[in-house]
């Protein structure tokens, strides 16, 4: 018989650096996020050779993933979209002279988060309303009254309307 030989059990462990470098593992996505981070850091200088050092860090960067040589900024305010549009000739010259070839930026603003929070309710919670307030209570009885006195919804009103108590 033929076996398979047993792995070796003398091997080294390696960094954590080299499983992301490989081309295999997460090499891909550790090369993106470094040229994102290497752009981001040639825009702030651009932003702030134009005198917008300040907007920096209101500001997500990113490139069309069609390879048109088209930058995207995210922004989170208007104001902010409105004074990136009127400087972007001389942001894509800035950009040029740091090595970045753009033939366009387009300006976007994100998605506002809600100011709104989902609390739960105070008390138990497991409880559920006892019973119809007034306004639903009556409204159930005015029902009653148009059921023919042998129909099996009236009946079934009726159950409702016993098992239910008034708040």
């Known amino acids: 018989m033929n076996f398979a030989p047993k792995p070796s059990r003398n091997k080294v462990a390696h960094e954590w650096l080299d499983y992301l470098r490989d081309s295999d593992g997460l090499g891909g996505i550790l090369a993106k996020t470094e040229d994102l981070a290497k752009l981001k850091a040639s825009l702030n200088l651009a932003l702030i050779e134009l005198e917008l050092g300040h907007l920096a860090s209101k500001i997500e960067a990113g490139w069309r993933t069609n390879g048109q040589n088209e930058l995207f900024l995210l922004v989170g305010s208007a104001s902010i979209a409105s004074r990136l549009q009127q400087v972007l000739p001389s942001l894509i010259n800035e950009l040029a002279k740091k090595g970045y070839a753009c033939s366009a930026i387009k300006v976007r603003l994100k998605p506002a988060t809600p100011t709104w929070e989902v609390k739960p309710r105070d008390g138990d919670k497991n409880s559920r309303p006892?019973?119809?307030?007034?306004?639903?209570?009556?409204?159930?009885?005015?029902?009653?009254?148009?059921?023919?006195?042998?129909?099996?919804?009236?009946?079934?009103?009726?159950?409702?309307?016993q098992s239910k108590p008034k708040q």
């Open 130 to 161: 006892r019973g119809f307030n007034q306004v639903a209570r009556s409204s159930w009885e005015g029902l009653l009254d148009k059921l023919a006195p042998d129909s099996d919804l009236r009946k079934a009103v009726e159950r409702l309307l």
